[in-house]
């Protein structure tokens, strides 16, 4: 059974960082490329960055260039978001997804709130 499960969200004030965790099964993490999405209440899930399988060549949502970095750990099949310099926008819940299983369940996400 494919599984999503992201974790590391949390209340920070602006400027702030957080890490963020995916860790995944099921499935042979370092054969897929995978997405990092975030969702606000009443919208829908927009794409923060992209990972090829190698981890080798990352694309990130203008809104996040040069603040957050995806990477990612083949061997134990987790995905990271680093967040820097947080705003009060880049607040929502994130999720994991390999783009390519889209029959697979959604995890859970991660809450990130940034307030002073």
């Known amino acids: 059974q494919v599984q999503f499960v992201e974790s590391g969200g949390g209340l920070v004030q602006p400027g702030g960082s957080l890490r963020l965790t995916c860790v995944t099964s099921?499935?042979?993490?370092?054969?897929?490329?995978m997405y990092w999405y975030r969702q606000t209440p009443g919208k829908e899930r927009d794409l923060v960055a992209s990972i090829n399988h190698l981890g080798t060549n990352v694309n990130y949502a203008d809104f996040v260039k040069g603040r957050f970095t995806a990477s990612r750990d083949n061997a134990r099949s987790i995905l990271y978001l680093h967040m820097n310099n947080l705003k009060p926008d880049d607040a929502g819940v994130y999720y994991c997804?390999?783009?390519?299983?889209?029959?697979?369940?959604w995890g859970q996400g991660t809450q990130v709130t940034v307030s002073s």
């Open positions: 997804k390999a783009p390519s299983l889209s029959l697979a369940s």
């Open positions: 099921g499935f042979r993490f370092g054969n897929y490329v």
